[in-house]
């Protein structure tokens, strides 16, 4: 049984996989998820001590052992409405004011895994899980005014837009090695692609023009590790940690002139902590930190407000932020077969308001999370999983880059989203 429903689950990875590039996708804290199992989607992303469902250890590998023999699938209908909304301040203002709505509002992003105990203390899995990006499509192009503001600058072809992708496979090991304490390691492999056109007013500021804009999907290969820890301290108490490294990724060569550090882009590194508390048998309540350290990565993290060419090492970024994300989960085992649940969600500001004009191409200024969901056991051996994500709307307010001529010209931008996730897992 257990072979056959292995070999399964990795054809399942490997198509999932497919699909995962067949639509470009869009995140939640930044650009990354607010949870990869469906289980902790219900619980707006905790549950780091719980090990619910097949693609839990892609979280946390250590509750690998508190998994058992499972595997399964999930898909997500994600729809996120960006709006940018560009005003006439005083002085210049070279950005065509108006209000730009991206189009595109409606993306799939699957999963799937499989985990096995080898004996009653070690257990090993695999997961394939996706990151959206920085996904954005405006029709009309809000840089279209900049080339009549200076002729020198390129005139900007519409539509504009970036799209970012990442796609990551992870092969899980855990082991118990004291009694209620495991620890867990995972070897993550990523791959990511991104898109950017509409652009080119940018090129006369980088260090290599015809790596700017409009050179189709480029690709980027790398990985990392994944490491985790999980302390059922009794009945009542668990606690959690894992840590994600940096994933060293090979360069968008397409688009070393416009990213920093010649477009070098590394996935940051992540740490989390969760902790959970069972009042009752069938009751429990998680609370999880997470910070996500997007400053260290420099196409990432990068002030744009440097005089500095586009794709140097010291270049313009999008000024991204280390990120704090704190979640509140609960879930209620309401029979045998019937487990619903919810959680809440809040993350820090990624940027700062005057750093605004790079990221109409990537407002991730989502704060606020409220989630719901449930799981059915419909036969012994399989579970349908479900979750709902209403993501806030958000509106960040601030300024164009004065470096690009942009004077103090306001920017507003705007993001909401709404997540729908269905998985079914098989238990044996």
Known sequence: MFSKSWRGVLALACATGAAAWSHPAFATNGYFVNGFDVTQQGTAGAGLTEGDGPVSSAENPAVGVKMGNVAGACMSAFLPYRKAEVGTGSGTNPLTPGEYSSKDNLFLIPCAGANTLVNDKTAVGVSLVANGGMETYYSQNPFAGMHTFNPGFAAASSPLGVNLQQAFVSFNGARTIA??????????FAVQS???????????????????????????????????????????????????????MSSFHKYSGLFADSAKFDI?????????????????????????????VAAIGNTELTTAQLGTPNGPGFGWKDM????IGAKWNATDALTLRTGWSYATDIFNPNEAEFNLISPGVIKQHVSVGASYKFAPHWTLDGAYTHAFANTVNGLGNPNFYSGSQPIGLELSEEIATAGISYRW
């Open 268 to 296: 940051p590194p992540e740490l989390s902590l969760g902790s959970t508390i069972r009042p009752t048998k069938g009751v429990a309540v998680m609370f999880d930190y997470q910070r996500i350290f997007y400053s260290q």
């Open 179 to 188: 009694d209620g304490f495991s620890i867990g390691l995972a070897p993550v």
């Open 194 to 248: 991104i898109r950017a056109y509409g652009l080119e007013p940018f090129e006369g500021a980088s260090q290599n023009a015809g790596s700017v804009t409009g050179n189709g999907d480029d690709w980027s290969f790398g990985g990392g590790l994944r490491l985790g820890g999980v302390w059922d301290a009794n009945r009542w108490v668990s606690m959690a940690a894992a840590y994600q490294t940096r994933m060293w």
């Open 324 to 327: 704090n994300v704190y979640h």
